[in-house]
């Protein structure tokens, strides 16, 4: 049995695309970061830091996504979803992880100062100017860097579930319009059933209550 501890819209639908792409089964189990359910003993005792995504897998547990999606590629390996050690793109797909992460971290606290913060505590409108002038930096560096269908000339791989992830959460702060690209990129990404199938698992988030976040005002 493979479980897979998520929350709607979080780090864990990285996870959830990938057991889609891979055709595994497995139970999904849902939480929100709004009433206490990740603070439980129960679900803390898997994941000591309350975060998802948690994924249990033959008897171990595992947390972080990067890992998770490294580990279910380097498991399931006929899948071809990760280059083997040696192979050419290696280096690139370990960069393109931890890029992906540089994103995550952006978007979390851009999370934590528009999103979380309430009255009377306000954001302070220098911090978030200059999160958000590093996520489009970031946005804008992989413009540049995209010329074919993804991020490996071979083909579709984990690389672009863990990317394309943070890029969609990035439409609450930036306007993706700038990033034709990967504006394009994104389309044919969405376009996979394995990436429908996951959406339609997904759930309704409770992260965002509006469309869009402006920088605040000073």
């Not at 389309?187 to 394995?194: E, H």
Request: glycine share 6%; aromatic share 10%; with cysteine.
């Amino acid at each position: 049995m493979i479980i897979l501890h998520h929350v709607p819209l979080a780090r864990s639908l990285r996870v959830l695309w990938l057991l889609e792409e891979l055709g595994l089964d497995y139970e999904l189990r849902y939480y929100s970061i709004r009433d206490g359910s990740m603070r439980s003993p129960e679900f803390l005792a898997l994941s000591p830091a309350g975060r998802v995504p948690v994924l249990e897998h033959e008897g171990a547990v595992w947390v972080e996504s990067a890992a998770i999606v490294q580990m279910l590629c380097e498991t399931y390996p006929d899948a071809g979803l990760m280059p083997p050690p040696g192979h050419p793109e290696r280096a690139r797909f370990m960069e393109m992880l931890s890029l992906s992460e540089t994103v995550g971290c952006l978007l979390e606290n851009l999370n934590l100062n528009q999103v979380f913060l309430r009255p009377p505590a306000r954001p302070s409108p220098t911090v978030v100017k200059l999160l958000n002038a590093r996520l489009r930096a970031v946005l804008a560096a992989m413009e540049a860097r995209l010329e074919g269908d993804h991020l490996l000339a071979s083909g579709f791989s984990a690389a672009d579930i863990m990317f394309v992830y943070g890029f969609e959460l990035a439409r609450y702060y930036v306007d993706l319009d700038a990033y034709p690209r990967l504006m394009a990129y994104w389309d044919r990404l969405r376009a996979r059933p394995g990436y429908q199938r996951a959406k339609a698992r997904d759930g309704e988030q409770d992260i965002y209550a509006q469309a869009f976040y402006p920088v605040p005002e000073e």
